[in-house]
């Protein structure tokens, strides 16, 4: 009958930065924070490192017991071992993050894929754990997914599934960072939309995007080319169609392979809004299967940046 | 301690003819059968014929008594109603075939896309039920899928789940049956690879696939055009190895989403071997993410036409 509350401790490993957060049993958000961390050490020190910021966190929380810690982490991870098998971003190669966490904290650790982390925050989050089946595809430069089947975390029998942003939609397209040709992330991916406008910027097809770009001083992302767009700037509103016509095609793979109750999109690019949102819907309804079509939910995280650290944190809850 | 066996009744039902089957309640195959259909008669009255070829199986067999009946059928199946949305090969829309059956038989039964029923096949038949997830595709006129997760057909939240054949990966690419660009289906399904051919015959581009048409009287099929190749056509070969690599990426999609222990293949074009699976299987190790591109093993299925009907009886084991 005790009142005392669990607490659980989540973190979000990103290329340049940690983000941390502490909720309760419920699920409850009750802290956040975000550090940054230099990836450049040998791994052991980068989480050494992590372990302080989420120590001294824990700290300035007062909270000085927590269930567990859950991790997600860009790249192919073995959930079952707590093994970074390869993390493109963070340069990591086989690195038992689960075993060294454990070392400096000494709680339970589990790590995870970090887009699988942000589709567990979907479900509890944007979902409110009321539906069976939800995939979320994380918008970022890279382009991540995550599966829910049955309530829980879908993730294969070595746990790299859900990669959905590596799935082909244009077979003989552009070279993906993966090696494959014409992957959705080539194309909706931040990296392949600004490839695309800075083809276009050699060619001087863009020149209201060009002048935006001299006059802000900013390197070119998908922001401005939202801005490019919306002061009318033709091929960027082009552009942005086209890529809501291919992230419709990914949509609409998903409705037709998993028929599932919610899509939910998330990271930067999914906040461009309607420029791309509106193409992508009228694609998905226009090319995937009617009924699926027709009962899919598909909307936009409401919860943003937290949804993979506070995902992370629900992993000790599943 | 009866030492009475339960029957249970599997049937699938194609364009022009039903399968029949019964298994024990271990799974085993006891007797099977084959009988038209004629499908240009109202629903009612093709299902009142199915339900007669299926008593006069079970007396032909001596058996009076069975567990359930297991219904396999190409379309958009309500699994849960048991009733057929939609099946564009015996034209049918809303026929409530579940309780059609139950009207004629008295007996449980379960509706379920033929594909999916192929997919339980597959993991009862090839896997053994030794493995977690597994993908099955059926390669035949066109391309049917089923997802096995957690030992469990994934159906999705309206029966629709699996729709592999209907997955995009050429997205401005050829015209699908069902309406949309690039399927799957399109391209590596008989009818799509039907089509390429045809269009190098008007070509003159495939001189000794023309020549063996003529001489055999056949109409054009894979099965032709594997002979072809095997004869020396150049652009008969060339075409297998273009569907093979496009299986590739059907292949390597489905790995990097599901990251399955076993992908298993049936159906007619399934049969064409090597010429179709060397630079499939090729393709998927090079598109593919290592990890799950090494866990998984692909297979053609040792059961063939027998995985769609036995499966759709093994759905009352599930």
Chains 1, 2 share one sequence.
């Not at 690195?95 to 000494?106: D, I």
Request: glycine share 12%; hydrophobic share 40%; with cysteine.
């Amino acid at each position: 009958m005790s009142t005392r509350k669990n607490y659980i401790l989540g973190a979000d490993c990103g290329g340049t930065n940690i983000k941390m957060a502490i909720v309760d049993d419920s699920g409850r958000l009750l802290h956040s924070d975000l550090q940054p961390i230099d990836y450049k050490k040998q791994p052991i020190q980068v989480v050494r490192d992590m372990a302080q910021r989420l120590k001294n966190f824990l700290a300035r929380c007062n909270i000085n017991r927590v269930k567990g810690l859950g991790v997600g982490i860009a790249g192919d991870v073995d959930p079952h071992k707590g093994l970074v098998r390869f993390s493109p971003n963070l340069g990591w190669n086989n690195v038992p993050l689960k075993e060294y966490l454990f070392k400096f904290l000494r709680i339970p650790v589990l790590v995870e894929n970090d887009a699988n982390c942000a589709a567990v925050g979907a479900y509890w989050l944007d979902a409110r754990r009321d539906c069976e089946n939800l995939v979320c595809l994380t918008l970022g430069t890279g382009v991540g997914g995550g599966i829910i089947v049955g309530g829980k975390l879908y993730r294969g029998t070595t746990g790299s599934a859900g990669e959905i942003g590596h799935m082909t939609i244009d077979y003989n397209g552009r070279r993906c960072k993966c090696g494959n040709l014409g992957c959705a992330e080539s194309l909706i991916g931040a990296w392949g939309i600004i490839l695309s406008a800075q083809e276009a910027l050699k060619k001087n097809q863009a020149p209201i995007l060009k002048k935006l770009i001299r006059e802000t001083n900013e390197k070119l992302s998908p922001k401005l080319i939202e801005q490019a767009a919306k002061k009318g700037d033709a091929f960027s509103r082009r552009l942005w169609k086209q890529t809501g016509v291919q992230l419709g095609c990914v949509l609409s793979n998903c409705v037709n392979i998993f028929n599932p109750e919610r899509i939910v999109l998330s990271g930067g690019v999914s906040k461009v809004g309607n420029l791309l949102l509106a193409p992508a819907l009228a694609t998905m309804k226009s090319r995937a299967f009617k009924v699926p079509a027709k009962t899919v939910k598909v909307t936009v995280s409401k919860y943003g940046e937290k949804l993979g650290v506070m995902g992370a944190a629900y992993l000790l809850l599943e």
